[in-house]
């Protein structure tokens, strides 16, 4: 019996749909415009209320409405650097896997250094290149190390489907390579794949959040990240701890949500788990 998706599992379901929800409509939601269109047309540092939830920052600009801008932001950012990620190392895994000898020797010990560098240090050296970073190479830097998970994963599950019957089989009749990675296995792999994407999914947003926090990511206020940077010189004045606090507790809230779910998911399909419960 295939064990069913735990309740845990259903609560961040839900838990990331909300985020994509606002992601999606939360500019259109946003009471008050942000950018430099939006400066100055409050006063600065208002305290949470009736016309403005969270207050306004430094610049008088409606915190709600940048914390929902920032949603957006994350949500894109995340979608991009997740899908191109998992395209990539499950594109090289698969070849690694399948084809063996030289070609997965170089992809291996190319996968080894770039795990035993640290992640975060890596994104940073790309990003402090310039001195005013875009969006562009942001995911460029997240890029760079974020497909090497995907590769190990990919090219550990074709090490095993490529001695499979069916694959013997199609290898049998005369089917070219390309024909038997993209049929037989690349569909088999999928479910490890998605686990790890899902968990990849919050990784990615509390990286971009790191990086704007240390002022390494486009210069825009309306991501989490920046708001954190601006809320940290707040956060000791009696009134303004709520700044640090809203973006804080949005970042957990994703990252919570996307463990919880691939928690679940991984529970769901790995083999080992049906027949019990």
Excluded at 233 to 250: D, E, Q
Excluded at 269 to 276: A, E, M, N, S, Y
Aim: one cysteine or more; proline letters at 5%; a positive charge.
């Amino acid at each position: 019996m295939t064990p069913r998706l735990s309740m845990s599992a259903w609560v961040g379901a839900a838990m990331l749909a909300v985020f994509v929800f606002l992601g999606l409509f939360g500019p259109l939601l946003a009471p008050y415009p942000v950018g430099v269109a939006a400066v100055d047309q409050a006063p600065q540092f208002l305290a949470p209320s009736w016309s403005h939830w969270l207050g306004t920052d430094e610049n008088g600009v409606d915190a709600l409405s940048q914390l929902l801008h920032g949603a957006r932001s994350a949500l894109v950012l995340s979608a991009i650097v997740v899908t191109t990620c998992a395209i990539l190392g499950v594109t090289i895994g698969v070849m690694a896997g399948y084809f063996r000898g030289v070609v997965d020797e170089l992809v291996m010990r190319v996968v080894d250094i770039l795990m035993a560098f640290p992640g975060i240090l890596l994104n940073i050296a790309i990003v402090a290149t310039v001195a005013r970073p875009g969006l562009g190479l942001v995911v460029a830097a997240l890029i760079a190390n974020g497909w090497v998970g995907y590769a190990r994963v990919a090219r550990g599950q074709v090490l095993s489907l490529r001695e499979r019957d069916y694959v013997q089989a199609a290898r049998a009749t005369g089917a070219s390579d390309a024909r038997i990675m993209s049929r037989h296995v690349v569909p088999n792999l999928m479910a490890p794949i998605m686990v790890q994407m899902t968990f990849a999914f919050g990784g990615v947003i509390l990286v971009e959040a790191s990086l704007s926090f240390l002022g390494l990511s486009p210069q825009t206020d309306h991501t989490w990240g920046a708001m954190l940077d601006q809320g940290r010189n707040l956060m000791f004045k009696p009134g303004y701890g709520h700044y640090i606090v809203a973006p804080g507790l949005a970042i957990a809230w994703v990252v919570l949500a996307a463990n919880l779910l691939g928690d679940g998911l991984r529970d769901r399909l790995d083999p080992r788990q049906r027949g019990k419960g």
